[in-house]
């Protein structure tokens, strides 16, 4: 498909050109008064090839004084260092990962962008330091996603192929000095490439990157570097804007001893944070860390999302990581976070934990729960007791049983049931198991599917009525 003549839309302030052919005549015919430009090429094939930006098609671009906004995916560029030099007026830009179309990498090609707030990498990770360097201290928001990089290797002898040259796989504070002094960064994304046909098991972002950026109001860092969170911790204790707070530690870490375990406190140290999501597969967070990070008196009003532990863990008990969840601490978390509303906590609660005390959870209308230390029958009591439960997900928690379902379909407000990695439910009631249960509005509820389920059981000798009632 063609894009579309422009030439008439002489007061047109936004475009999106997607998936679609873009010419150099549609490129001349760019209206002056654009103010946020989009040409995304997701697709690429021989009818539609990834869209080269060079001298010969940037003229009109380069005339676009009233730009504000470029984003450009699936979109390459020659010479582009002269072509965002003409653009220094931005203040927001998206580019592919892999944009750059020279032979050489351009040295701090975003240099020249001195009114440049946003920043973001999309499509293909980066993997040219280059890239990173020289970052507009303006900047407000930084996301990217790193695949590793290759630099020369001055103390190896050179071959035949060339310069010798080493991999950096850790994005730290000296591979990215720049990253480190963008102290007027209120966002930042920091992942790690996971590619199929790539070895990306060592890519890690390192803390060191974050020890200064104490603004910070957004956080999301992917397997995170270091034998110990205190690193991290140490910086986290000072972030006290920060509003959400998301953090996938590395297999690397270890959790810290128990006298060392207050430093936990840092996760939630700001009153301002509206979600966490500590998603690790390991041990980043200690056993019994939760009495730090929702002490006595902890006050943390806007906390709106918590998500501990992670889907891939639900499977094998083996597999759970340390559970920061352990006596009086969901009634802890319940007393500092009155407004929470999804709580997702997956291998992440001990067996003396008080699961009755889920019930104090009164603003939660989304929950995702389970793990091998979790009592089933408990956990459908407390449940019983949250009427405004709207979602509910309950995986790899084995103790979970037939009598335990049936008690559900007291829960009325539900729109969405899914219960998986659990107690292998008798005949028909294993159709939950299979696929979750989902009540559309002006359909039948959750409750009533559940129910009917239930009943279909019983007609088959599968489950006995008095079963209800335990």
Request: glycine letters at 6%; aromatic letters at 4%; hydrophobic letters at 45%.
């Amino acid at each position: 498909m063609q894009a579309p003549p422009l030439q008439h839309l002489k007061q047109l302030q936004e475009l999106l050109l997607q998936d679609c052919r873009v010419s150099n005549k549609v490129l001349a015919q760019l209206p002056a008064s654009l103010r946020v430009l989009v040409v995304a090429i997701e697709n690429t094939s021989e009818q539609l090839p990834r869209l080269i930006l060079n001298s010969s098609n940037t003229a009109r671009l380069r005339q676009l004084s009233s730009l504000q906004g470029l984003y450009l995916s699936g979109v390459g560029l020659q010479d582009s260092a002269g072509l965002l030099a003409a653009l220094s007026q931005l203040t927001s830009l998206t580019l592919d990962g892999s944009f750059w179309e020279e032979r050489a990498v351009p040295k701090a090609p975003l240099r020249g962008l001195t009114n440049l707030r946003e920043l973001c990498f999309v499509r293909n990770p980066v993997d040219k330091l280059e890239l990173l360097q020289d970052l507009p201290p303006s900047l407000t928001r930084l996301e990217l996603i790193w695949l590793g990089a290759s630099v020369p290797d001055p103390d190896a002898p050179a071959s035949f192929y060339g310069p010798a040259t080493k991999s950096i796989d850790v994005l730290d504070a000296e591979a990215a000095p720049s990253i480190a002094q963008l102290t007027a960064l209120r966002r930042l994304h920091l992942l790690c490439a996971q590619l199929e046909n790539a070895n990306t098991e060592a890519l890690r972002i390192c803390p060191s990157l974050v020890q200064q950026l104490q603004q910070l109001q957004e956080l999301r860092l992917d397997h995170i570097a270091g034998c110990s969170p205190t690193m991290l911790l140490d910086a986290l204790q000072s972030m006290t804007q920060m509003q959400h707070l998301e953090l996938h530690f590395s297999s690397d870490i270890y959790p810290l001893e128990d006298e060392e375990m207050q430093q936990y406190a840092a996760l939630t140290a700001s009153s301002q944070l509206t979600c966490l999501k500590l998603l690790d597969d390991n041990d980043g967070v200690a056993y019994g860390a939760a009495q730090y990070m929702f002490a006595a008196g902890k006050q943390l009003p806007k906390l709106k999302q918590l998500h501990l532990g992670s889907y891939a863990i639900r499977w094998a008990a083996d597999n759970e990581p340390l559970k920061p969840f352990g006596e009086g601490d969901i009634a802890r978390l319940a007393a500092a976070c009155p407004a929470l509303e999804h709580f997702q906590a997956i291998g992440a609660i001990q067996g003396a934990a008080d699961i009755g005390s889920l019930a104090q959870l009164t603003a939660v209308t989304q929950m995702v729960i389970g793990g091998v230390e979790v009592d089933g029958s408990q956990l459908a009591a407390a449940l019983l007791q949250l009427q405004q439960l709207r979602e509910l997900e309950i995986t790899g928690t084995p103790s979970f049983g037939a009598a335990d379902l049936v008690r559900l379909t007291r829960l009325t407000n539900l729109r969405r049931l899914a219960v998986d990695a659990c107690e292998q439910l008798p005949g028909v009631l294993d159709e939950v198991f299979l696929a979750p249960m989902v009540s559309p509005a002006d359909t039948i509820s959750v409750s009533e599917q559940l129910r009917s389920l239930c009943m279909r059981a019983v007609a088959q000798s599968i489950l006995h009525l008095e079963e209800e009632d335990q």
